[in-house]
């Protein structure tokens, strides 16, 4: 059998899922109360349980998904809500292109899983793991992301429905909406490891909150790219420093 094809017949790739799995095992802790978050507020907005779900299963991007539901709820064109919603995911993109060398060797058919299930948490302990262990084989490497991705989306349908359908019932003093910051924090973090990360995550910060008055969240996608040249203009003087073309 091809070396790209996931086949758990080999220990070796059960191994690799198993460990995508339980590296992403931590990520639940913020995940669940992000997704039941957004069942009460999807509910809460007027959205019924199908139109709920049906966003939670086509857009499976938290983010993206609250900054739609918000812009539609101060009544902005669906145009304007699917622009910044679609914005808010071109984080995708890059990382998508950032596991190309890893993972654009398997077949057609694991590239769109891959593709449709592609989450923050997935994309984060991946590209760690790849980075810290590069002899990994490439079928390895595509059963450890599936091991990763099919611990965080399942459970973020479940949390939506159980979100949208018991959502009254959810205690105010449970604060769900702590889940979307820890979340993030949880995986930015780890990658702060070098300084044009840092002064990347720092720019970000700095200019969300210059930026911050700016209507319908458009301030945090200036910052994200300032943020970008920033770290990118670090690093390449931090090459020449170093002699390196």
């Not at 091991?147 to 205690?171: E, K, R």
């Not at 300084?195 to 720019?203: D, G, K, Q, R």
């Amino acid at each position: 059998m091809s070396d790209t094809m996931l086949s758990f017949k080999d220990s070796s790739l059960r191994s690799a899922f198993w460990r995508g799995w339980w590296a992403c095992a931590p990520f639940i802790f913020a995940a669940v109360p992000f997704g039941l978050l957004f069942g009460v507020v999807a509910r809460n907005a007027g959205l019924d349980l199908l139109e709920t779900m049906g966003m939670s299963v086509l857009v499976i991007a938290g983010a993206a998904q609250f900054t739609a539901l918000s812009l539609l709820q101060d009544n902005a064109s669906v145009f304007l809500a699917l622009f910044a919603a679609l914005a808010v995911n071109l984080r995708m993109a890059m990382y998508s292109a950032a596991l190309v060398p890893h993972l654009g060797h398997a077949p057609m058919w694991q590239r769109a899983v891959m593709a449709y299930l592609m989450v923050d948490q997935a994309y984060a302990v991946a590209g760690r793991e790849y980075e810290l262990n590069p002899s990994m084989r490439p079928a390895e490497k595509v059963a450890y992301y599936f091991g990763a991705m099919l611990l965080i989306c399942p459970l973020w349908y479940v949390a939506t429905f159980t979100g949208a359908v018991l959502g009254q019932a959810i205690p105010p003093e449970w604060s769900l909406d702590f889940a979307a910051p820890i979340c993030f924090i949880a995986l930015i973090a780890p990658m702060l490891r070098s300084l044009p990360h840092i002064v990347a995550a720092f720019t970000s910060v700095v200019f969300a909150i210059l930026f911050a008055p700016l209507p319908s969240g458009v301030g945090l996608l200036f910052a994200a790219f300032i943020a970008m040249i920033a770290g990118a203009e670090t690093e390449r003087r931090l090459a020449r420093k170093a002699g390196q073309p």
